[in-house]
C-alpha cells in the first residue's frame, strides 16, 4: 500500500532524533575515522553522517530502536550530507558515497521490520537539511547585500544528494529544518529536475523551523507565507520541526492544518535546551503536549526532533494509535488536477 493511502488511515510515526541517540555513544575521533579516513588532514570528530560510513553498525541499531518504539519512517542519517555542508570537513568528494550508504542502511532495517509486521510497513525518508549557509541573508552585518552562497550552487548541492539518496533507495526525500525558505525552493528545484531527468519520482516532505516566539522562520516568513511559498510543487506533506517545545509549536500548526492542501507533520524538539544544551523533557511530558495536536486533528505525521530518543518515540507512537488522522481528501484530489 502506497504511503499516501496509509496516511489518509492513520497517523504515522516519525523517528526521533539521530544525533541525540549517537551521542549516547561516547565516541571518538578515531571512530568518526575508521579506516578510511584515518589519514585525513583534519578532524571529524561531530561529522555524525560519516558514521554511515565508518560505523554503520551504529547507524543501524539507531533505526532498529526507533522502529522497535513504533516509528513508521525513518530518516537517514544525512542531514548535512550536502558538498556544501561537508566542506566544514573537507570532504566534498564523498557526498553520493555517504548518502548512498545512509539511504541504504536505512532501507535495509525498514525492509526487515517491513518482513516482520507486514501489517505495519515501513518507510525511509531521505532527509536533506538546510545546510549551513543560506541564500537570503547576510553573514556579515556589515554588508547586507553580500551572500556566501549562490541559488545555484545550492541547486547542485541538493541535487547531487537527492539522486544519491533515491539510488540508495528511500521511499521519500525530507526537506527539512527549513530557516531560509530561497534555499528550500532550490531544493525543490534540484529535486524537480532531477525528476524529469530520470522520470522517476517520489513523494517530497517538507519542513520548517520556527525560530522565536514571533512565530517566523529565520528569514522573517511567517508559516502561512512559508506554506504559500513552496505550494506550488504537490507535496506529500507539509510541517514544522525542531525549534521550540511542542506547546509553542501548536499555534502555527493550526495555521497550515486549515490552509495546507497538503498531509501536515509535526515532529518538535524536546522541549527547549538548558544552560547545557541538554533537552530535559522527559518522554511523558512531551507525550502530553503533542497528545493536544492528536486531539485537535492537526497532524498526520508526528515524531521527534533534538533531544528525542526512542523512549520519547515509543510514548508518541502509542498515543497516535488512539487518535485519526486529519482529514485532507477533498484538498489533495485539487492538487493532484493542477
Known amino acids: 500500500m502506497k504511503i499516501e493511502e496509509i496516511l489518509k488511515e492513520r497517523i504515522l510515526v516519525l523517528d526521533g532524533a539521530m544525533g541525540t541517540m549517537i551521542q549516547q555513544h561516547v565516541l571518538t575521533e578515531e571512530d568518526f575515522r575508521g579506516e578510511r579516513f584515518k589519514d585525513h588532514p583534519y578532524p571529524l570528530k561531530g561529522n555524525n553522517d560519516l558514521l554511515s560510513i565508518t560505523r554503520p553498525d551504529i547507524i543501524k ?5 526507533y522502529f522497535e518504539a513504533g516509528a513508521d519512517i525513518a530518516e537517514t542519517n544525512t542531514f548535512s550530507g550536502t558538498a556544501i555542508a ?40 531521505g532527509a536533506m537539511g538546510p545546510t549551513n549557509k543560506t541564500a537570503s541573508l547576510s553573514p556579515d552585518v556589515n554588508n547586507p547585500g553580500y551572500r556566501a552562497i549562490t541559488f545555484d550552487q545550492l541547486v547542485a548541492a541538493f541535487k547531487e544528494q537527492a539522486k544519491a539518496l533515491i539510488d540508495g533507495g528511500v521511499d521519500m526525500l525530507l526537506l527539512e529544518t527549513i530557516i531560509d525558505t530561497l534555499n528550500a525552493k532550490a531544493a525543490l528545484f534540484a529535486i524537480q529536475t532531477l525528476f524529469e531527468e530520470t522520470g522517476n519520482r517520489i513523494p517530497i516532505m517538507v519542513s520548517g523551523t520556527i525560530t522565536d516566539a514571533s ?50 507533520s509535526a515532529y518538535p524538539n524536546a522541549g527547549l535546551p538548558n544552560e547545557f544544551g541538554q533537552y530535559d523533557e ?13 486531539k485537535e486533528g492537526l497532524v498526520n505525521i508526528v515524531g521527534g526532533c533534538c533531544g528525542t530518543t526512542a523512549e520519547h518515540i515509543k510514548v508518541i507512537a502509542r498515543l497516535a494509535a488512539r487518535y485519526a488522522p486529519r482529514k485532507v481528501e477533498s484538498q489533495l484530489s485539487t492538487v493532484d488536477s493542477r
Not at 541499531?61 to 530502536?65: F, S
Request: aromatic share 10%.
Open 215 to 264: 512565530g517566523r522562520t529565520l528569514s522573517g516568513q511567517t508559516t502561512e507565507a512559508f506554506l504559500i511559498s513552496v505550494s506550488h510543487v504537490p507535496l506529500l506533506s507539509i510541517g514544522l520541526n525542531c525549534a521550540m517545545g511542542a506547546s509553542m509549536l501548536r499555534p502555527y500548526l493550526q495555521v497550515l492544518s486549515e490552509k495546507a492542501p497538503f498531509f501536515i
Open 282 to 294: 522527559s518522554a511523558e511530558q512531551m507525550g502530553a503536549q503533542v497528545e493536544e495536536f492528536l
Open 61 to 65: 541499531d539507531i533505526h532498529g530502536q
Open 86 to 125: 561537508q566542506a566544514d570537513y573537507h570532504l566534498e568528494d564523498i557526498i553520493y558515497e555517504l548518502n548512498f550508504q545512509s539511504a541504504k542502511i536505512a532501507k535495509e532495517v525498514a525492509d526487515e521490520f517491513t518482513r516482520r509486521e507486514p501489517h505495519k510497513p515501513r518507510f525511509v525518508a
